[in-house]
């Protein structure tokens, strides 16, 4: 079997590695980091928790210990860009952890915090330089940084670049980067835009592939429940509690959707933390490190932490929601089952994402076991077969729409005596139509709020939306009314690892 020593590394590198207690390389890390060291670019596709980090980062300080070189004022030897600013901190403390015997320097450039110590750190020129897209370009932009001395280009995540939509910024920033220069370019999966954008930025690759494209861990035991959308928060209390959870991490399709179910976590009981692009940079890291201690053992997160959270010991992935693209659903549960260890991924489903299922198993050529949990078990499944879409008007139940992501639809609205029921759509269609010219006639009605920064104060003509029923509040039809409890989490948990 192959070990590092083998693969003819820096002395001081291989130092670092056995004090860490490093001594074989995996499948990723055997196949690429030759090639990288004979100076040849790399495509790796590999899942996450294979040691993407390693492949790419050993070569280049191997590299850089070999070759000392000066770094211009602003500039840096070897970029590394990565999608989030957690990968990228988990990046660069991979390379300091490496590099600990050299005297190199690494920085880090990232969003969502100050500019001003980013470009103290640039202004010494770095040998590493570990970089979100977006902010790198404001660095470019005010010429706190430089590209055009840089010997290495490091593609982390490749797919996950295109899901967030860097893709113009990445292209921007290869224009600034030399021609000539060693490219490293890793992905989780290849689609055709990412197989394109690979194509344009490497010379002559070597493709190292060690699982097939979109397949899940084998080490990852998968199983599906379907239940009714308001059982989700007892059925998540009830799995939380189970024998042999530990670290969790429970993903949640919106920011406010995981800061909902944090709460209600608490209220039930149970420590929890959320993260999402909307916590500042502090409270991210804080929760990660209560996480990672086990303070706070449930992390809730949306997609942003799918990738790049290397945290040891991750038992259980929950769902809460399914992704909107399958691919994600590989990336989430690869959070649990790293290092050789075994993990547990279970999503919770309602019916209306049963076609969301069946787009995963396609992507990931497997079957994952669903138990029906509904209350009412009565209604047939019709083989997974996508539910038709809620007629318009209707809610609670739709993806996307109020009520779907959390603990239940908005319930059906009643009317109350004496009232005459609002119209139906066609109803008022037919009022749209004999008004029309009295709308295109008057300025469109505004919210009361922008009314209010307008002048309009209480006076406003409060909004109503067309069909005449009432705007949607903010909290999904939470506010207001009993959650639907179920009949206690045994159920749940009679199917475990």
Known sequence: MTSFADLGLHPRLLAALEEAGYTTPTPIQAQAIPQALAGRDVLG???PGTGKTAAFALPILHRLASRPGRVARGGCRVLVLSPTRELASQIADSFKAYAKHLPLSIATVFGGVGHAPQQRALARGVDVLVATPGRLIDHLQTRHARLDMTEVLVLDEADQMLDRGFLPAVRQILRQVPKQRLTLFFSATMP????????EMLNDPARVEVTPVATTAERVNQRAI???GGQKRSALAALLRGKGVGRTLVFARTKHGADKIVQALEQDGLLANAIHGNKGQSQR????????????PILVATDIAARGIDVPEVTHVIQHELPEVPETYVHRIGRTARAGASGEAIALVAPDELGLLRAIERTTRRRIPLEDMRADRSRPLNDRATPQRPQRGQRGGQRGGHGSGH?????????????APAPRHHEARAHDTRHADHRAAEPRAQHPRQQEQRGGGQHAKPHQPRGGHPPVGGRGGEQGRKRPQTGGGRGFLARGP
């Open 407 to 419: 603990w239940g639809g908005q319930p059906q609205r009643q009317e109350p005596r004496g009232r």
């Open 45 to 47: 596709i590999a899942q």
């Open 285 to 296: 890291e804080r929760a990660l490190a209560e996480f990672k201690s086990g303070r706070a």
């Open 192 to 199: 055709a835009d990412i197989a394109a954008l690979a194509a």
């Open 226 to 228: 379907l239940l009714e």
